[in-house]
């Protein structure tokens, strides 16, 4: 489905399904009466990009050898990687209304044993990384020409794990691994203003460098133009790549953005239809 980066109208298309995913995303969370939203909705724009445009996949085949991988290492934000394999074809976008039900498929953390599209099971923050390394490494020692994509959050930049796959990864030189970190600059609880401690990582430019990888800046990781521009930029030879993309949690939703609140609040029915309406959606009875 890849079109040039600077396809006016194939942007706006994507702009547009980001904008229907945000939608199917606060109509579940209010539905199944829990669950995550500032994340799912900063990361939601990385996410349609990726699907839509930059990866190779085949919905109807996706168990397919040579397809791309994605690891969502933020696995509480499951929503948005749902709604965005829903909205692909992987699975009927009806199912979404069973997210975090008993015995759904679509469980609070994605599960590769249940649900066609995912990866890897994840949820404990911190391992993703390590996961995008085994299979990129794999796919080097099987001659395999697939890329592996591993979407991490800056809160969870905080396990040291995180920093010993980056070391691993760049002393193999796993060019085809390519790590995006929404960096929205909250966390659960988020920070005090001021306090030494107002950003989860900091530095997160120059201490990836440190590790030897390759690294880019999004300045606006929710705007569809920019990360299509910094997702098709060719990989570094022998160097593992991350994006830094600077995102707002709770975009698209000005009551719920930069407040750390909405990390994983339910809406109520008014704030839904707020929320559906601002979207450009069409509000709950």
């Known amino acids: 489905m890849t079109k040039a980066v600077t396809d006016v109208e194939h942007i706006e298309e994507l702009r547009e399904l980001a904008r229907t995913a945000r939608q199917h995303i606060v109509r579940t969370i209010h539905k199944a009466g829990a669950g995550h939203l500032g994340g799912p909705l900063s990361a939601v724009d990385i996410l349609t990009t990726l699907y839509f445009d930059v990866m190779n996949v085949h919905p109807d085949n996706p168990t397919w050898e040579d397809r791309d991988r994605f690891i969502l290492s933020k696995g509480h934000s499951a929503i948005a990687l749902y709604t965005v394999l829903a909205m692909r074809g992987f699975f009927p976008i009806s199912e979404l209304d069973t997210f975090d039900a008993m015995d759904s498929r679509l469980q609070g953390h994605p599960d590769m044993k ?8 994840t949820g404990s923050l911190g391992q993703g990384v390590s996961a995008a390394v085994g299979m990129a490494l794999g796919a080097k020692l099987q001659g395999r020409e697939f890329r592996v994509f591993c979407l991490i959050g ?4 905080q396990e040291g794990q995180v920093w010993e796959a980056a070391d691993v990864a760049a002393k193999y030189g796993l060019d085809n691994l390519i790590v995006i970190m929404d960096f929205n600059k909250l966390q659960q609880f988020g920070w005090g203003k001021g306090s030494l401690r107002a950003s989860p990582v900091a530095n997160p ?5 440190a590790f030897g990888w390759n690294v880019g800046v999004v300045n606006d990781g929710n705007d569809i133009a920019e990360l299509l521009a910094a997702l098709h930029t060719p990989a570094a ?3 593992p790549s991350i994006w830094i993309a600077h995102t707002v949690k709770g975009k698209g939703v000005r009551f719920m953005e930069n407040d750390y609140v909405w990390h994983a609040k339910v809406p109520s029915l008014q704030e839904l239809n707020d929320a559906l309406l601002e979207l450009g959606g069409t509000p709950c009875i």
Do not use: V
Not at 205 to 209: C, L, V
């Open 114 to 121: 249940l649900l066609p599209g995912i990866d890897m099971s």
């Open 154 to 157: 800056d809160g969870e930049s």
């Open 237 to 239: 030879p022998g160097r």
């Open 205 to 209: 430019k120059e201490r990836w460098a």
